[in-house]
């Protein structure tokens, strides 16, 4: 069966820190990859998506990108963090003509 | 208009209640349809997808209506533990791999 992990849980950076969130899926090969953040008492909002390696669809300009190095990992990344990228960061992985299934989530506070 | 839209609620029922939900999306290409359940502080989870004919999960029953293009989701019965935010989901347009979330109805069973 396919399983997703995101890492870290919860995290708590300064402004202006860098930032690496990892997830990983198995059980899949070839997967749709997707970044998603919500912010407190707010829908989720659509941050990157991924179709294959290399390849990665923007959805909003901002602080952050996304890098999607081998078929089953995606990472979100930023140069410098800013107190609005403060929310619940959540990936997601879909397969052919299936719906999206969400990791646990990394709840990130910025200070 | 927003691509999708839901009531937020709350709506506050007493268990074994039937309640049903709403939500309206603007494209009328979408061709995929899905309702999750999120609960406090966690991920969304996949409730159930929604076909043309309408389909039922025990207590839970969904239905599409293309010509006023929503969806809904009816639950009977109500239990305590129905007590989550719901969100609808739709594919932005036929055969692309982005997909937009209401940004819920919050459902309180109170016994």
């Known amino acids: 069966s396919q399983t997703i992990h995101q890492w870290p849980a919860t995290l708590v950076q300064p402004v202006g820190s860098p930032l690496s969130l990892e997830c990983t899926v198995e059980?899949?090969?070839?997967?749709?990859l997707y970044w998603y953040r919500q912010a407190a008492g707010r829908g989720l909002q659509l941050l990157f998506y991924?179709?294959?390696?290399?390849?990665i669809s923007s959805e909003v300009p901002q602080n952050l990108s996304a890098s999607r190095p081998q078929d089953r990992q995606f990472i979100l990344s930023s140069k410098k963090l800013l107190l609005s990228d403060s929310g619940f960061y959540l990936c997601?992985?879909?397969?052919?003509?299936?719906?999206?299934?969400f990791g646990d989530g990394t709840r990130l506070s910025i200070l | 208009r927003k691509e999708v839209e839901q009531d937020p609620g709350p709506f506050n029922v007493p268990e074994g209640a039937t309640v049903a939900f709403n939500c309206t999306y603007s494209?009328?290409?979408?061709?995929?349809f899905f309702w999750y359940r999120q609960d406090c502080r966690k991920e969304p989870k996949l409730l159930m997808s929604v076909y043309s004919s309408g389909n039922e999960d025990g207590r839970f029953t969904a239905q599409l209506n293309r010509a006023s293009q929503y969806i809904s989701l009816l639950i009977r019965d109500s239990k305590l533990s129905d007590s989550a935010t719901y969100l609808c989901?739709?594919?932005?347009?036929?055969?692309?791999?982005?997909?937009?979330f209401g940004t819920g109805t919050r459902l309180k069973v109170l016994a």
């Open positions: 991924s179709v294959g390696i290399g390849q």
């Open positions: 059980g899949t090969s070839n997967p749709n």
């Open positions: 989901v739709v594919n932005s347009a036929s055969g692309t791999y982005k997909y937009i």
């Open positions: 997601a992985w879909r397969g052919s003509n299936q719906p999206q299934h």
């Open positions: 494209n009328s290409a979408s061709q995929s």
